[in-house]
């Protein structure tokens, strides 16, 4: 079955730039969604479509997908950019997540 | 833009529960909606899903025959019909629009991703 693998932890000091890979079976074949989750709040979609941004989500926030990887970028990151943060692609008509990164800004 | 959660609560294995999601701004009749739930402290596991014309409903392999997912187009609403509650199905239950991705004059579900979510309702399966 498909699946997209994270890591589960990301470290970034502040004002430098952070990647997050997800990858998975011809991912580069599909489109990429990456949303970000602060805690106690609902998930938000920050990039769609591998590399676009919906109205309202900062020009930091970047996107990319190739091959089996893709790869969401947060230039210049900021305190308040510290989440969690999932991929998700479809497959066969389900959707699938990949299992979260913990992104510290420290 | 919003969606609304509503029916989780407490119930012992074995029961059902309704989940409803109530939309407002956007007609659920346009768009792909889904069902999106997270155990606390972990991650996100996909649901089920109803297409934009209704005519196909997808849900994880798991949960394929306990889990029935509707929309009611006059109500603005969509619904999770949950049966034989299990303890492992413990969780939020979030429900989230799909984009509309379209090429040329065609539109697909299934391809784009989620952009409205609901702030979720919790389901907890114990005697």
């Known amino acids: 079955s498909f699946e997209l693998s994270q890591p589960s932890s990301v470290s970034v000091s502040p004002g430098q730039t952070a990647a997050i890979p997800c990858s998975g079976q011809?991912?580069?074949?599909?489109?990429a969604s990456w949303y970000q989750q602060k805690p106690g709040q609902s998930p938000v979609l920050v990039i769609y479509?591998?590399?676009k941004r919906p109205s309202g989500i900062p020009e930091r926030f970047s996107g990319s997908n190739s091959g089996t990887t893709a790869t969401l970028t947060i230039s210049g990151t900021e305190p308040m950019d510290e989440a969690d943060y999932y991929c998700?692609?479809?497959?066969?008509?389900?959707?699938?997540f990949g299992g979260g990164t913990r992104l510290t800004v420290l | 833009v919003h969606l609304v959660e509503s029916g989780g609560g407490v119930v012992p294995p074995g029961k059902s529960l309704r989940l409803s999601c109530v939309a407002s701004?956007?007609?659920?009749?346009?768009?792909?909606m889904h069902w999106v739930r997270q155990v606390p402290g972990k991650g996100l596991d996909w649901v089920a899903g109803?297409?934009?014309?209704?005519?196909?409903?997808n849900y994880r392999g798991s949960l394929k025959g306990r889990f029935s997912i509707s929309k009611d187009r006059f109500q603005n609403t969509m619904y999770l019909e949950m049966d034989s509650l299990r303890a492992e199905d413990t969780a939020v239950y979030y429900c989230?629009?799909?984009?509309?991705?379209?090429?040329?004059?065609?539109?697909?579900?299934?391809?784009?991703?989620?952009?409205?979510w609901g702030q979720g309702t919790t389901v907890i399966v114990s005697s």
């Open positions: 479509q591998d590399t």
């Open positions: 011809k991912l580069g074949d599909k489109f």
């Open positions: 109803i297409w934009s014309d209704g005519t196909k409903k």
């Open positions: 701004g956007f007609a659920v009749s346009n768009y792909g």
């Open positions: 989230a629009r799909e984009r509309g991705y379209c090429s040329g004059e065609t539109c697909f579900d299934g391809v784009d991703g989620l952009d409205v």
């Open positions: 998700q692609a479809w497959d066969s008509d389900t959707a699938v």
